[in-house]
């Protein structure tokens, strides 16, 4: 599969249900995803200023042109919510081409 086809797979975890659901929404408004899942509240374990932080958190799966990656990253550092965001980025090389075009058509091809 060329790069044109490719898509990406995002994740980002937001405080709560209504963040992760504003910024989702945004995301496919501004056509930086095609789709975006938003999980159950999970709770999340993590070093932060010198302790251990226990904390709610909703998990975001973000599906995206792999050419819209860095448009992405700049997006989640200027809108969301948290100091340094988690953005974890996952290459989709193969899916089934029905869906591949129809994310690739609402992404465009900039």
Same mark, same amino acid.
């Given at each position: 599969?060329?790069?044109? #086809?490719? *898509? ?8 709560? /249900?209504?963040?992760?659901?504003? =910024?989702?929404?945004? $995301?496919?408004?501004?056509? *930086? ?5 938003? &999980? ?9 200023? &010198?302790?251990? @932080?226990?904390? @709610? @958190?909703?998990? $975001?799966?973000? #599906?995206?042109? /792999? ?5 992405? #990253?700049? %997006? ?6 948290? !100091?340094?965001?988690?953005? $974890? =980025? %996952?290459?989709?090389?193969? &899916? =089934?081409?029905?869906? *591949? !075009? +129809?994310?690739?058509? +609402? =992404?465009?091809?900039?």
């Amino acid at each position: 599969m060329d790069d044109v #086809k490719a *898509l990406t797979i995002a994740q980002t975890t937001c405080a709560s /249900a209504s963040d992760a659901t504003a =910024l989702a929404e945004a $995301l496919v408004r501004e056509h *930086l995803a095609v789709c975006v899942n938003i &999980g159950p509240p999970s709770r999340s374990v993590y070093p932060w200023d &010198g302790a251990i @932080e226990v904390a @709610e @958190e909703v998990v $975001l799966t973000i #599906k995206t042109a /792999a050419h819209k990656t860095e448009a992405l #990253k700049a %997006f989640i550092e200027t809108h969301h919510g948290y !100091d340094v965001p988690e953005l $974890l =980025l %996952f290459t989709i090389n193969d &899916g =089934l081409p029905a869906y *591949l !075009d +129809w994310a690739n058509d +609402w =992404l465009g091809q900039d």
